[in-house]
């Protein structure tokens, strides 16, 4: 089908800021003359036979296009890696949250196509998970949806996450992928039940809590079947947003109102950095097959990007939601740098944008002090809120985990 645009399209991105935010230009695009000859002057041969600095500039542009968007531009990457090269999952077990829309529905799905023995998707909303479901019977098979288990959690219910966890201990003999997708999204802030910022509360803390209580079936399952487990944590470049005063020292500090977007990208900080501490911590410490990622999936077209961002930006978020919209990844292509992670990387600690390019990130995503300070944060207010057993069984308890 030919796709014409007459003028060039500046593409927004949010510009943070403490409580405020404005819009400004990420780069200018180049005229789409039709889907078959897209970006004709950004093409991957192109990018590679430019020689020295200018080819290595080129190459950052391509990654920048490919991590970022969708379509023609997510093939300039200079790795690649496709949905249908996801291996053969015959025997294997998923815990996937959030997995009934969005980025997790393309994960489960394909993770379903290739033949995943067992499902289970923790998310709150039944209506949106009947409506999964029927998707993946009628394209996939009874037989596949069927292998699905829906679990209803508030991940910033934490009492309630942990008996999710017990739930899936009783009824799997093992788990070889823990996909930590559900999140808050770019919204004004607020306090769950105990009283701590939501948005760390549930895109963080919450899967520390679940992954904690996994942790033990999915070393056993490494061990007993020789086999790689493998984590992912759902982040975002706009880590880069998290106030450059982040130190993860207190309560009072991740409660303090740092804006939307300021919230946002401190929690998805917070998932780097626990993954670069789970490596440091687990992996390299006597589970060498028992590995932990941070993905970034790209501008991906999810209520997150349609919906949630008008909450806190009304008009700006309808800039972004229209403006944008041809440009952004569907679900599926937001779901290979998951995909990738949870089922080939044999890496583990790294920050992993789509489709599957290792970033450095920030330098506070890099530093190891502030990991510590995060998870020895996230261990305290545990302990504080619920009961001490959401952190004996695994990280971040290192004294526990490694054995």
């Known amino acids: 089908m030919t796709h014409t645009i007459a003028v060039r399209r500046a593409v927004l991105f949010i510009r943070p800021g403490r409580g405020r935010t404005t819009f400004g230009p990420l780069f200018v695009t180049p005229v789409i003359h039709s889907a078959k000859s897209s970006y004709p002057n950004l093409r991957m041969s192109t990018i590679k036979k430019t ?24 093939k300039l990457g200079t790795r690649q890696f496709k949905l249908d090269e996801c291996p053969d999952l015959t025997g294997k077990v998923a815990v996937i949250t959030g997995g009934s829309e969005g980025i997790g529905f393309g994960v489960a799905y394909t993770l379903l196509k290739h033949n995943l023995s067992k499902l289970f998707i923790i998310s709150v909303d039944p209506e949106i998970m009947a409506g999964a479901k029927k998707v993946i019977a009628d394209e996939l098979g009874q037989d596949k949806a069927d292998r699905v288990e829906w679990l209803g959690c508030d991940l910033g219910d934490w009492n309630h996450v942990h ?35 939501r948005h760390m509360a549930v895109n963080h803390m919450g899967h520390v809590i679940l992954t904690s209580h996994l942790l033990p079936l999915m070393q056993k399952t490494a061990k007993d079947h020789n086999t790689t487990v493998r984590i992912s944590n759902q982040s975002s470049n706009l880590h ?66 349609r919906k949630d961002i008008l909450e806190p930006y009304p008009l700006g978020g309808l800039a972004m939601k229209y403006g944008v919209e041809p440009f952004k990844k569907d679900q599926f292509e937001g779901a290979v740098p998951t995909v990738y992670c949870v089922t080939t990387t044999g890496d583990s600690g790294q920050y992993v944008c789509a489709p599957c390019i290792p970033e450095e990130g920030s330098e506070m995503s890099q530093n190891d002090e502030l990991g510590d300070r995060l998870m020895e944060l996230t261990r305290n207010l545990i302990a504080q809120k619920t009961r001490m057993d959401s952190v004996k069984r695994g990280c971040p308890m290192d004294d526990i985990v490694v054995h």
């Open 240 to 305: 880069t947003a998290a106030p450059s005063d982040t130190q993860f020292a207190s309560l009072e500090e991740i409660n303090s109102d740092a804006g939307p977007n300021g919230q946002y990208g401190r929690s998805k900080l917070a998932g780097i950095l626990y993954a670069r501490y789970f490596d440091r911590n687990v992996t390299q410490k006597g589970h060498p097959n028992v590995l932990m990622n941070a993905t970034h999936p790209g501008f991906v077209s999810t209520k997150q990007s």
């Open 51 to 74: 020689p020295g600095v200018l080819g290595d500039q080129m190459q950052k542009i391509g990654n920048t296009l490919a991590e970022n968007f969708g379509g023609p531009l997510s």
């Open 163 to 197: 008996q999710v966890a017990e739930i899936i201990k009783s009824k799997a003999p093992r788990l070889d992928m823990l996909v930590n997708n559900s999140g808050r999204g770019i919204m004004t802030p607020s306090l769950t039940s105990y009283g701590v910022d």
